[in-house]
Structure formats: structure tokens, C-alpha cells
């Protein structure tokens, strides 16, 4: 089941990444909460962009050889993890932190729990 959730997450990170870095203003615009952050950085959408992409091309790896892609899961988690953390500082400190972590549940908190889940289980041969 975990590596087929991977896989199931690898298509949407990737995905994500994919438009980040090739539709950022579209995406910018489309995805809830993001334009409350500031005003469009291309670039900086773009930086986000790639790192997610890495995160769905690592997860892919493992749904496909789980043994060898565990050190990129680990790396994945962590990104997920610190990303998460961000958007939970920046919840605690805004006026809606309730709203602001249902919000970003789906999208942000549930792949880097999944993701350290991932990280943490004993890999077993294939």
C-alpha cells in the first residue's frame, strides 16, 4: 500500500512542481491562500517549483525500488517537513490559524506526514 500511495503522491507533487515551474502565475492564482502570501515572485515560485518536483521524482523512485530511494524519501520528508513548519508559523501568527491549517491540510501537512512516514518505516527488500 505505501508504494502505491508514493506513487499516487509522486504524480501530484510532480504535477505541482511541473506547474510551479512552467505555470507559475497560473498556479499562483489558482492554488487557495497563495496570494495572500505577497505578491507572484516568478522566481521564487519557480525555486519552490523545483524542490517539489524533486520531492514527486524521489517518491516515484520509491514506489518503484523502495530499498534504493529510501535516502530520497529522507530527503523529501525533510523538505516537506520544513514546509510544513513554515505554513504552521505562519498560521500560529496570523489572524485565522484554524482556517489557515484546514486550508493547507490537504496540500501541505498530509504529504510531509506521509512522506515521514515513508522515511521512517523499516525498508524490507522488494
Known amino acids: 500500500m505505501g508504494r502505491i ?18 505555470a507559475g ?3 499562483y492564482g489558482v492554488v487557495p491562500g497563495v496570494t495572500a502570501t505577497g505578491p507572484y515572485n516568478p522566481h521564487f515560485v519557480r525555486d519552490i517549483g523545483a524542490a517539489y518536483l524533486v520531492v514527486g521524482l524521489s517518491l516515484g523512485a520509491f514506489a518503484w525500488r523502495p530499498r534504493e530511494a529510501w535516502p530520497a524519501v529522507i530527503a523529501a520528508a525533510a523538505f516537506l517537513t520544513l514546509h510544513a ?20 491540510f490537504a496540500g501541505v501537512y498530509l504529504p510531509a506526514i506521509f512522506t515521514v512516514v515513508l522515511a ?7
Do not use: E, Y
Request: charged content about 15%.
Open 25 to 27: 502565475l497560473w498556479w
Open 5 to 22: 500511495l508514493a506513487a499516487i503522491f509522486a504524480l501530484v507533487l510532480s504535477a505541482n512542481g511541473l506547474a510551479m515551474l512552467f
Open 85 to 104: 513548519a513554515i505554513h504552521v508559523f505562519d498560521a500560529v501568527c496570523g489572524t485565522k490559524p484554524l482556517a489557515d491549517m484546514v486550508r493547507d
Open 120 to 126: 521512517l518505516r523499516p525498508q524490507r527488500s522488494s
